[in-house]
Structure formats: structure tokens, C-alpha cells
């Protein structure tokens, strides 16, 4: 089955830029979206299809994707952006949508 | 406004079986593929099934065929999963969320608020 890989956690300053990968074989060649998820809710999305932002969402977040990894970017970091990313995609070989461990984001 | 409920979580015995539901109001819920989610304590999210908008079309995870099934009722806009054969893997806070296009590799963007399924003795 596809595999998404993600650091388990990344810490940045506050006004600085945060980077959370997603890596995954050829996942260049797949959609990827991501959620973020701040404790005790649920998941909300904030990039699909690679670099679109979701609605509502501020355009300090970005992503991309190519070769072998995903890439969610936050800039300008504030307090507010502390909380759990996961990165997702379609793996076409099983028909299962799958789901990287998620990264924890902890803002100094 | 656009908004999924859970509903029908709680604690039951291995074995046990358990129906969960999922009330959608705020858009017209038969366009829509729905899926669930779930999500162990302290652990990451893990696709558990999907249903198309006829409710013709179903897949599952590994971990739960044989024992989970999804279905819906597009006349009370309603999203189900009856889950036989509990074990206490099972153990987790589950998620019904919209699948926003037609496509398989769309991504999530309307979630419920979560329900928590306890599997224990």
C-alpha cells in the first residue's frame, strides 16, 4: 500500500516561515491536500489539489509538490498556527484514500 | 451553513456492534461521495470507507471489511456505518466527511464535529 511520510513534528518562531513535507514514491505525480487539526476538532482542509488554497484560508499558507515530495509552507507563523498537518492523496492501486501520520506543529 | 453531525458513538464490548450516523444539512447531500475517518487516541487520521451519492458504490479499509458497512439514506440526508465484530483496535474517534468532487482524488472539505467509539471489557 501507498505510504506518506511526515516528520513528526517541526518547531518555528513566531513571524518566521514553517515547512512540513509529505513524502511518498512519485507523489509529484499525485493531488496532494492538506488539514489542519488544533486539538480536541476536527481535521479543516487548507491547501487542495497541491497549491490551492481552501476557502477562508489566509494566503500565508502555500504548498507544493513535485518528484518524491509535498510540500506545506507557512509564512509568517503565528501562535494561532499551532496544530497537527496531515497531508493526504489517492493511492489509484488500492482505490484507498491514504493519510500520512501528521506533523506537529509547535510554534516557540 | 454547511454542517455534518455525528452521532451514535459510545462504549461497547469486544465484539459488540455499534451503528453510527451522520445528519448533512447545508447542501444538496446526494451530489456528494461521503466517507469516514477515523482516528485512534493520540494517533493520525485513517480512511476507513466511502459511498457514492446513490449509495450504489461502497469501498472499505483492510482493517474493517467484513465487519464495517456503509450505507446512507439520501431521503433524511443521512450518512451511516453499522460496525459489527468490534475489537479494541476499533477504538477511536470517527469522522464523517463531504468528499468535494466526483473524483477520486479530490480531497475532504466539510468534516463532522467526531464521535468517540470506546471497544473495551
Known amino acids: 500500500s501507498y505510504v506518506l511520510t511526515q516528520a513528526p513534528s517541526v518547531s518555528v518562531a513566531p513571524g518566521k516561515t514553517a515547512r512540513i513535507t509529505c513524502g511518498g514514491d512519485n507523489i509529484g505525480g499525485k493531488s496532494v491536500h492538506w488539514y489542519q487539526q488544533k486539538p480536541g476538532q476536527a481535521p479543516v482542509l487548507v491547501i487542495h489539489?497541491?497549491?490551492d488554497r481552501a476557502s477562508g484560508i489566509p494566503d500565508r499558507f502555500s504548498g507544493s509538490n513535485s518528484g518524491n515530495t509535498a510540500t506545506l509552507t507557512i509564512g509568517r507563523v503565528e501562535a494561532g498556527d499551532e496544530a497537527d498537518y496531515f497531508c493526504?492523496?489517492?493511492?489509484?492501486?488500492?482505490?484507498?484514500?491514504?493519510f500520512g501520520g501528521g506533523t506537529k506543529l509547535t510554534v516557540l | 451553513e454547511v454542517r455534518l453531525v455525528e452521532s451514535g458513538g459510545g462504549k461497547v464490548q469486544p465484539g459488540g456492534s455499534l451503528r453510527l450516523s451522520c445528519a448533512a444539512s447545508g447542501f444538496k447531500f446526494n451530489n456528494y461521495w461521503m466517507h469516514w475517518v477515523r482516528q485512534a487516541p493520540g494517533k493520525g487520521l485513517v480512511w476507513v470507507s466511502r459511498?457514492?451519492?446513490?449509495?450504489?458504490?461502497?469501498t472499505y479499509a483492510d482493517s474493517v471489511k467484513g465487519r464495517f458497512t456503509i450505507s446512507r439514506d439520501n431521503a433524511k440526508d443521512t450518512l451511516y456505518l453499522q460496525m459489527n465484530s468490534l475489537r479494541a483496535e476499533d477504538t477511536a474517534v470517527y469522522y464523517c466527511?463531504?468528499?468535494?468532487?466526483?473524483?477520486?482524488?479530490?480531497?475532504?472539505?466539510?468534516w463532522g464535529q467526531g464521535i468517540m467509539v470506546t471497544v473495551s471489557s
Open positions: 466527511a463531504r468528499f468535494q468532487g466526483g473524483g477520486s482524488s479530490d480531497a475532504f472539505d466539510i
Open positions: 493526504q492523496v489517492w493511492d489509484s492501486t488500492s482505490d484507498h484514500q491514504v
Open positions: 459511498i457514492n451519492g446513490e449509495g450504489t458504490t461502497t
Open positions: 489539489y497541491d497549491t
